[in-house]
């Protein structure tokens, strides 16, 4: 606490107002509190540039990693003796409290298996439900039909929109353990300002879906060697009222996936080469800062990842620089991934349609085909003993 600016008593210039109760919901308190961490952890020799939550040391040539959400913290490595007297130094600056080995975080819960760690989100799903009223509801295989078309035209304005809202932002926050519901609560999400009835239908079908999944989360699997690979796909005029395609990538450590995104485009392509290529654009951007955060942390990437798309076009024109006079529309700033190829960063290959992972992020499947890319993107479910000792 200080004075404010201009209102500082000369004659008191150190005395401030004594606060009765903590001041919650400022502006500036989140801001100001990781000023003043991240000031700490910089005086400590930690580290950060390309993402802001996370902190970095190397320690004897052990490498020790901070993940800051605002007083939530993680610390890992592999110099246990330092992370405790880490967590010593931080608890005699703010006063913290050390939960052990993390099991649960931020709604996620972490399960270490013999094959890996799990994260899933089964008490988060349980209260979602619970909320709107769907805990005995029946589960159904695949969070939307493989023949819905969404669209603002196709029923009657929703009533209680801020319910349809409310559920919507809180599967938002569940797509970071649930790729498989990702496609469809970006697809709802763009209706927030004009919801029907029929989106509140397929809203109640993806928390359905999720009854029937609710154990189901991210296996990590440890992995012999460092290969970052990406697959990008795009749904070329999916959408009904603007014919805007969505884009859709998925990138993997191994055989683990660690990013994904599923996004409608902000133009309209005028072929399905030039929406493939856009996805490959975007594909591309997520992956050069992965391996830029890699390089950070002094983990080494000998080859180049490779991004895997379905379409033979949009492989041609990342590869091959000579002007096309089909693609003179199209910005300047996509064909950057022509420099990313030409740099052995990206090596842009093709994959079989049937093959092609990133399918569950731009369009609805059939039930057999969405299980199928379920298992391929390392969802797995876990028992239901291990998940009643965890709660």
Known sequence: MVQPQGYVDPHKPTHVCKLVKALYGLKQAPKAWYDKLKAFLVSLAFKTRFDSSLFFIKVQGKLILVLVYVDDILITGDCNQFISELIVKLNHKFSLKDLGVVSYFLGLETHRTSGGIQLTQPKYIKDLLQKVGLSHSKPVPT?????????????????????????????????????????????????????????????????????????????????????????????????????????????????????????????????????????????????????????????????????????????????????????????????????????????????????????????????????CLCNKLCLASLPQSTLHGAC
């Open 143 to 371: 969070p939307i039909c493989s023949s819905t078309k969404l669209s603002l035209h196709d029923s009657t304005p929703l009533e209680d929109i801020t319910l349809f809202r409310s559920t919507l932002g809180a599967l938002q926050y569940l797509t970071m353990t649930r790729p498989d519901i990702s496609f469809v609560v970006n697809k709802l999400s763009q209706f927030l300002n004009a919801s029907i009835v029929n989106h509140w239908k397929i809203c109640k079908r993806v928390l359905r879906y999720l009854k029937g999944t609710i154990t189901t989360g991210i296996m990590f699997q440890p992995i012999t060697r460092m290969s970052l690979e990406c697959y990008a796909d795009a749904d070329w005029a999916s959408c009904v009222d603007d014919r805007r395609s969505t884009s859709g990538f998925s990138v993997f450590l191994g055989p683990n996936i660690i990013s994904w995104s599923s996004k409608k485009q902000h133009v309209v392509a005028r072929s399905s080469t030039e929406s493939e290529y856009r996805a490959l654009a975007l594909a591309t951007t997520e992956v050069i800062w992965i391996r830029a955060l890699f390089v950070e942390l002094g983990i080494t990437l000998a080859q180049p990842s490779v991004l895997w798309t379905d379409n033979i076009g949009a492989i041609t024109l990342a590869s091959n620089p000579v002007y096309h006079a089909r693609t003179k529309h199209i910005e300047i700033d996509v064909h950057f991934i022509r420099d990313q190829v030409r740099n052995r960063e990206i090596d842009v290959r093709h994959v079989p349609s049937e093959e092609q992972l990133a399918d569950i992020l731009t369009k609805p499947l059939s039930a057999t085909r969405f299980q």
